[in-house]
Every structure is written in C-alpha cells, then in structure tokens.
C-alpha cells in the first residue's frame, strides 16, 4: 500500500524493490505505489549501462554524489540487472554503491531474476 510505504520512509527506512521488469514499467510501478515520488519530487538517476556505472561509482566522484544526495529533493536510483551484474562484479564499485545507495530513499532494480 502507497500510505504503508510512505509510512516506512517517513521513519527513515529505506526501501529497494527488485522486479523482472524493464526500467520504464518499473518506474511507474513505483511511482505508483508512491516508493518514488514522481519527476517533480524526486531526483532519480538511472544506471543502465557500464559508463553510467562508472560515473555513478566513480572513486572521485562518490563523495559529490553522496553530497549531491542529501540535498532538500529525495532520491532514487533505478538499477537495471546489466548494470548491477557490473557493479557486483567489481569490489571497488561495490562499496560505493552500497555507500552513495544508502543514502537514497529509494532503489530500484529492475530485470533481476531470482539465482
């Protein structure tokens, strides 16, 4: 439910939602059950490929997108499955994801499959 979710990051929870479908479907379904609020409300960066990797986790740049994250607008970071096999692959991009993540509201990867 929407209101449960707003509840939830309301309390400073975060939330990552992992679905098998492709990025634009689930950016409406999460728009949808408000666990992104919209264009208007939220920042979402968008990683779909390895140079969007590499910027996103860039070891000079982590510390300005942390920065750039905790402005006053709420954050999301859609994660497509090819950008997350990249990222788990590699100790180094790992550790900044998880850092510069954590400080989103909301994650989403999308074209996960389980195993």
Not at 99 to 107: D, H, L, R, S, Y
């Amino acid at each position: 439910m929407p209101s449960t979710i707003n509840s939830l990051q309301e309390a400073g929870i975060k939330i990552w939602m992992l679905t098998g479908d492709k990025l634009e479907t689930a950016e409406n379904i999460g728009e949808s059950c408000k666990l992104i609020k919209g264009k208007d409300k939220m920042d979402l960066t968008r990683l779909s490929t390895k140079n969007d990797v590499m910027a996103f986790c860039n070891v000079n740049e982590v510390n300005k997108n942390i920065d750039r994250l905790k402005t006053d607008r709420m954050k999301g970071v859609l994660v497509e499955a090819s950008a997350l096999a990249i990222i788990v692959e590699d100790e180094e991009f790992k550790k900044y994801f998880v850092k510069i993540a954590k400080t989103c509201e909301a994650v989403i990867c999308c074209r996960v499959s389980p195993g």
